[in-house]
């Protein structure tokens, strides 16, 4: 099924910027464009951004009023940090006594080295009273004549306090500079790494409110009335609005829209996706069916930004072979685009004619041990890709597939200088390649503690069959290319979900605080545009840190509505069975709602107590959340309450790290509302009731409950 309905997906690249159109039903991908990124023009890349979006809607035949959603990830924010172009900031800060020794040791945050030899442009003024307005309206004057393009108000406790903050917005509201206050870009304790997350955010907040307004006027004047989204370094998207007060949410957000392709698009449960490019691989872990997030390091500190936890490697496909002593040694870092090297796999087999071995030093500082091909074509690099294709490893249809046999030819003589055949060759150099991506990725899985059993390999951009499919077999992990792998980031941007989350430092935070705290994130992605009824809000408390966190996610009207594929009971049935490692035979029903279905199975082991493995399965087939043992139980919504008491009581644990609440999640609706955050029984059962409020008393209701060690 198919409407006239789309959703387009936009990534600005440092090189190109790619554009797709899914359709909005059946998410099938409609069309692909690629145009140069507009770097140089007078309207920035926006300009690219409107270019490609005229040319997808030419291509798939659509009319802007067709576009059901619009979003794009851009590299701008990161770009700007990286090349050292921000604006001068104008910190404010504010106390009297102590709190102004704190707040006047800010103005070292001048000190921050955006690239070698330049620093964060940064004046500093102080304010005793933030209540005194000729006060603040002096300060804000100082800073204007020493060159702030942007203004940040910062005092000691704001996130407690925070009409201190506002009082000096409000007084330098008058100097028309872009504004914000530090408690608005986060609400964790920390005056100095609070502030220093509000400073950086306010360098780039000129530049990307300049380039919203463009996309936004653009894509407006193009006839779409859909809300432009953005995309965030979290795996989500956000509305234009929320992006024009927090640009620095966009931040790293090149890698998050890979993954989130990934993980909507290929449905990944438990996993890691690698996104290759020529140079580099982006490696980032899915567990239980979420991006792994974390305190992102930003100018070489860490910030209090939520970005996905990225770890990047320098191997892609365009990787270059080392040799010496008669074997290989090593590829990578140098790849054959910074070498300005075309691949020998590429080359037609008349170019390779006469073809010898060299080696070079790609770059001055580069060592001399990189093999080429001198051949009657010209000079060719040995690359992964090269490597891939001689061993078959490139599937059909992919972005790097090429000629086999010219693949061979291309690595033919390297082979016989290095006393052996092609395809031992190839694989020795794909060995050296993978093995840097593989201590990582073991070093992901240990620290995410992803089921082996259960993960996947998914690759994901242009030079994805360079490094997955031979990682997967030499690990013995299932692996895959996902579909569409060279636009799997501009796929993510178009199915990304709205996202937002809200941290709180609480000490000894109770039951109607969380609450609070899971209200405020709730109401947050509605605002942007999540249908109310498919949010999912999942809520973490750290005792240790007395931090409330609160993530939610929700997906627009339209994408909530329209699914592509229904399963039926058969093939949920074969996923459940495929994912628990057993026979379809094995596994039984244990519990179900309308959206989801619990299956389990029962490993018994010797001298051993006995496991209950359980996986929930969507509508769709998919694999949405996997327990290694759990006690499941059906229930209703007028009954939950006291259901949970007592499992709850049953399941709590103690010992010396103290009381340990199980994890809880609770199958209702479409959702699974996942408590396990919570280690306390009764914020526990708290959250559990507020889920179940506003629900008919004869609404089914699955729990799924999990002891903690």
Do not use: W
């Not at 809607?57 to 851009?74: I, N, S, W």
């Not at 800010?106 to 070698?116: I, M, R, S, V």
């Not at 259960?454 to 992990?477: F, K, Q």
């Not at 340990?660 to 959702?671: D, N, Q, T």
Request: glycine letters at 10%; one cysteine or more.
């Amino acid at each position: 099924m198919t409407t006239h309905r789309i959703r387009v997906g936009i990534d600005v690249g440092g090189t190109f910027t790619d554009a797709v159109a899914v359709d909005a039903t059946s998410l099938e991908l409609l069309g692909q464009v690629k145009v140069p990124t507009s770097h140089h023009h007078e309207d920035g890349v926006a300009h690219g951004i409107v270019e490609a979006l005229g040319r997808l809607l030419e291509e798939t035949g659509r009319a802007p009023e067709d576009v059901a959603f619009l979003a794009h990830g851009t590299t701008q924010a990161t770009n700007a940090l990286l090349e050292g172009d921000v604006a001068t900031v104008g910190l404010i800060g504010i106390g009297t006594g102590p709190s102004a020794f704190l707040t006047r040791r800010l103005g070292a945050l001048g000190k921050l080295e955006l690239t070698p030899g330049k620093r964060l442009p940064l004046a500093y003024a102080h304010v005793a009273d933030p209540g005194d307005r000729a006060a603040v309206q002096r300060a804000a004057d100082a800073l204007v004549q020493d060159g702030a393009e942007v203004l940040v108000a910062s005092e000691p406790f704001s996130v407690d306090r925070p009409e201190g903050e506002e009082a000096v917005r409000e007084a330098a509201r008058g100097h028309g500079l872009p504004m914000t206050a530090a408690h608005e870009i986060t609400s964790l304790y920390g005056l100095h790494k609070r502030t220093r997350t509000a400073v950086v955010n306010a360098a780039i907040l000129p530049r990307m409110l300049a380039t919203a307004d463009l996309v936004d006027a653009s894509i407006t004047k193009a006839g779409v009335t859909s809300p432009l989204m953005v995309m965030r370094c979290d795996g989500g998207v956000m509305s234009l609005d929320e992006m024009r007060r927090r640009p620095l949410l966009t931040v790293l957000s090149g890698p998050a829209a890979g993954v989130a392709g990934a993980l909507m698009q290929e449905r990944i449960s438990e996993g890691v996706f690698l996104e290759t490019g020529g140079t580099s691989t982006d490696i980032s872990v899915v567990r239980r069916g979420k991006v792994a997030v974390q305190h992102a390091t930003i100018l070489g500190k860490k910030s209090y930004l939520n970005a996905l936890d990225v770890r990047t490697v320098g191997v892609g496909g365009g990787s270059m072979v080392r040799i010496g002593g008669g074997k290989v040694t090593g590829v990578g870092p140098r790849s054959a685009h910074i070498a300005g090297l075309p691949y020998a796999c590429f080359a037609t087999a008349d170019d390779l004619r006469d073809a010898t071995v060299a080696t070079i030093r790609p770059m001055a500082d580069d060592p001399a041990d990189y093999a080429v091909l001198d051949a009657a074509g010209g000079r060719f690099a040995i690359t992964m890709t090269c490597a891939a294709n001689a061993l078959g490893r490139v599937p059909e249809g992919d972005f790097a597939r090429c000629d086999r046999d010219v693949a061979r030819a291309a690595i033919a003589p390297l082979a016989a200088q290095l006393g052996t055949d092609v395809d031992d060759a190839a694989a020795k150099i794909l060995d050296a390649g993978t093995a840097q991506v593989r201590t990582v990725v073991d070093a992901m899985v240990r620290d995410y503690r992803l089921d082996k059993d259960t993960a996947v390999l998914v690759g994901g951009g242009g030079g994805a069959a360079s490094v997955t499919p031979h990682l997967a077999a030499v690990s013995g992990v299932e692996g895959r290319i996902a579909k569409h792998s060279e636009v799997i980031s501009p796929i993510g941007v178009a199915l990304a979900l709205v996202r937002e989350q809200i941290e709180r430092i609480i000490p000894g935070a109770g039951q109607e605080q969380i609450l609070g705290v899971r209200a405020e994130a709730e109401a947050a992605v509605v605002a942007q545009g999540a249908a109310a009824e498919g949010v999912e809000v999942e809520v973490t408390v750290d005792p240790q840190t007395s931090t409330v966190r609160a993530v939610a996610t929700g997906a627009t009207e339209l994408r909530t509505q329209d699914r592509a594929h229904r399963a039926d009971d058969d093939e949920r049935l074969r996923t459940a069975a495929a994912s628990l490692k057993t026979d379809a035979s094995a596994v039984e029903v244990l519990a179900g709602t309308p959206a989801h279905t619990v299956y389990g199975t029962e490993l018994r082991r010797r001298m051993r107590a006995t496991r209950r493995p359980v996986r929930i399965v969507d509508a769709d087939g998919v694999v949405r959340l996997h327990v290694a043992d759990a006690h499941v139980e059906s229930t209703t919504v007028a009954d939950a309450p006291s259901v949970l008491a007592r499992l709850v009581k049953e399941k709590t644990s103690y010992g010396d790290g103290g009381v340990r609440a199980p994890a809880v999640r609770l199958l209702l609706g479409s959702r699974i509302a996942d408590l396990s955050g919570v280690l306390e029984p009764e914020p526990l059962l708290a959250l559990a009731r507020g889920e179940l409020r506003a629900r008919l008393g004869s609404e089914p209701v699955v729990a799924v409950v999990e002891v903690r060690s």
